[in-house]
């Protein structure tokens, strides 16, 4: 059986969550008992699936790809707590916090102070303000977190 995975990405980074592999879709020949032989191409077509056949889901802990409609859900409940002047829209400095919490949500340990991680808000941030205004509304930031969604 293959192997099946779910993309889930934000701009800037890819999270791949795998679905379940192929030696937890089916018992190794030494796990059967004695009596019972592995089945061939012909018995898979007569034979009732067993429990081991059923889709996995994916793993719980691993973030899943946002629709447009939670993203701007999300943006709209957390916009206050990162636009902390007020404006309407966030500065440079409160997109970075923002983006660096999103990103250590789905990547734990990430070093925030890392030049790697300080130039993917930079270029993140450049994208985001669309208008130039050097400040993203809740606008901008929806329709930035929703590419791919």
């Known amino acids: ?24 879709q089916t018992a190794p020949e030494a796990a059967l008992p004695d009596t019972q032989q592995p089945m061939d ?8 699936p067993q429990a081991t056949d059923t889709p ?23 916009f206050p707590t990162y636009d ?4 309407g829209e966030v500065n ?4 970075a916090e ?11 340990g990430v070093d925030a102070q890392s030049a790697e991680v300080q130039g993917w808000v930079e270029q ?5 303000d669309t208008d130039s205004s050097d400040g993203v509304s809740k606008e ?3 329709a930035f977190l929703s590419q791919g969604a």
């Not at 191409?41 to 009732?48: K, P």
């Not at 902390?84 to 404006?87: A, L, P, V």
């Not at 919490?101 to 789905?106: E, G, I, P, Q």
């Open 41 to 48: 191409s012909t018995d898979a077509q007569t034979t009732e």
């Open 140 to 142: 901008e930031l929806t």
């Open 98 to 108: 923002w983006m660096v919490a999103l990103r250590s949500a789905s990547e734990p």
């Open 124 to 128: 993140a941030f450049a994208q985001a």
């Open 56 to 78: 996995q889901t994916a793993d719980a802990g691993q973030p899943q790809q946002a629709s447009a409609d939670q993203i701007a859900q999300i943006v709209d409940a957390e």
């Open 1 to 24: 059986m293959q192997e099946s995975t779910q993309e889930s990405t934000l701009p800037g980074q890819e999270t791949t969550v795998p679905g379940a592999d192929a030696a937890s």
């Open 84 to 87: 902390k002047s007020g404006t």
């Open 92 to 95: 440079k400095e409160e997109f």
